[in-house]
DNA sequence: GTGAAAGCGCTAACAT
DNA sequence: ATGTTAGCGCTTTCAC
């Protein structure tokens, strides 16, 4: 099972076998009797190569099953059409599907995506990952870190290199991308509302994190301004475990009719305490999530949540990190509307 | 909102700044009063470098914020320290987390990680991303698709390039690392027999898949050994969706006590359509599902299931292709093991 | 339309 | 311990 393992410890081998394929435009030329330039020429689509030329130039490519060398280009033109993504928490969903816009979209540019994932999300890390990032060859950078360490003060990124901050802080003198949190809060909130709940309970997201904080400003703010009572929300790690947890606590609370949690993944933690505890959803209790992730519908009940766009949150980021490398000047703030997806754990406020 | 999406359309950028850190170890050569092959010295860390004058180059390269040319380096040396991952389903949890394992383990070993996701599992896109990632710089790349089109017969990759195939055919003329699906199906049938359950029914992931077919095998080769009866498996698409069209057919057959899905969310739909039908798991029927994703513990009730250790499986899959880097021959099979991971929605059978 | 020359930033090989 | 030379594969510039 672990017959390689020995070699994970290794930084590197120190015996290689040189690049596999050492078929270079040299190799091509003298096949095809041009020179190297014509082969560059075709190589690039230029038009000013003849017709027969071009055509040899190919025959003798596929003969010899050339590719051009990425590095060497890189190094002559200085572009390497490759984008960087730092990235805390691949098991996440919002972030894995928000990464998997961003390349399909880096694809379809002609970029190819480098990831750099961070072990924590300390400065000290993204500072480091961000540095082997800019020793990797990427013409810009996207950060996938959603926590207040991303402060534009708290972290110090070498200055130069283009980089789009996704889901991070508002005051930012980066350019950031991001989903509109204020609003998915005060949708979810006003649906419950909406259903006669005379108030609602919050189950939070981790302090730490940006946009749980967004979220929780945002309830409390709706709340507010309905005039109805506010409660200290409980806060969970994004976790069904936490959901869980807080569910728990939740569930002897007859007073409590509505919670909105950060996630749907709490929600479920929630759901999960209570059919324990023997409270019907959404009868005796609504609850709504928060990101749609696609196991939401199966949930029993069916989830209520906030649906967040990450396809185009994606696409907005690597737009606006193309805009950067193309020249333009950092700041900005790119918000992407949220949407209510009404399923069925959420309903009117029970009678007494 | 979509200030930007224009720009997506065009095929990367005409004007573009240089490199934006021309700093070169020229210029660290000139302002540490040494020559450059010394300053390439000190940033490879050879020892061969008096410790004053080393200082100084490090002095002059902080004070200039000096990154080394990754694409130079490359270019001379011929090797990237980069692997290439093609993907195909960013969304599905194994192959998220398989990734996430490969990034951490490369990560550690010094490598980079080009992400190369594919729109669809055929052979023309998994060629094509193939090619683009030879252009890329890689030493290297894993396939991170599951379908029968993977048959070594089917899809040509160019020879000479390392390549590692995850959860794919057994007789592939490639490396293959894969997780032990015959043993998890074998594992999540016989728990149900042990329980008493007469016959275990099976929802199959899709036909196209590998490991779908491997665990479909295996459930129906243990029923055989067992001598209960087999029924033909009912075929879902890995989804919550499918699962929940398959337990509604099965809710009503009262004779079907257990089933066997082929990963948890399909198990979580069957969960659902028991529910809305009214049978209760598992004192009615049981459930097992498939993988052990972090949300089946808050699944109603929480989901018995077979673990795959996927960190365990990515770092094999990361040495194996170090190993093929490092000269060795391709071919073989590493195989994971998985484990019965027992919660509540499994059970004795019913009486009648 | 095509070719020759130069050089991107780096490291390996050979000086000293 | 340090410097000098050469050249990786490619594109740009300038000839023809």
Redesign the interface.
Known sequence: ?????D??A????K???????PVSQQDVANLAGVSKQTVSRVSNGLTNVEEATREKVLAAMSQL?Y??????R??RS?????IG?IMFN??EYGN??T??AV???A???????????V?SATEKEVTGAF???????VDGIVILIEAHMLDASDVHL?P???VVIVDSNADSTYTVVDADQELGARQATEHLLALGHTSVFHVAGPKESFSAGHRADSWRRTLQEHGTEVAEPLYGDW???S??RAGLQLAPLNEITAVFCAND?MA??V??AM?EFGRKVPESISVVGFDDT??G????P?LTTIRQDFS?LG??T???L??L???AKPGGR????TQLVERSSTGPVPRP
């Open positions: 099972m672990n017959k390689y393992n070699d994970l290794e930084p590197g081998f015996t290689v076998t040189k690049r596999s394929n099953g590719r051009p060398n990425s590095a060497a890189a190094l200085g572009r390497f059409h490759n993504v691949l098991s894995v599907k990464l998997d390349a399909s979209a694809t379809a540019a002609g970029y190819a995506i480098t990831l750099m994932p072990a540095n082997r990032l800019s020793e990797q060859a070498p130069g290199v283009p976790s069904v475990e959901g869980y993944q479920l933690g759901l999960r059919h696609p196991d519908a199966g949930y029993w069916p185009e696409k907005q690597l737009a606006a193309l805009h490398i193309g020249g790119t918000i992407i509307p």
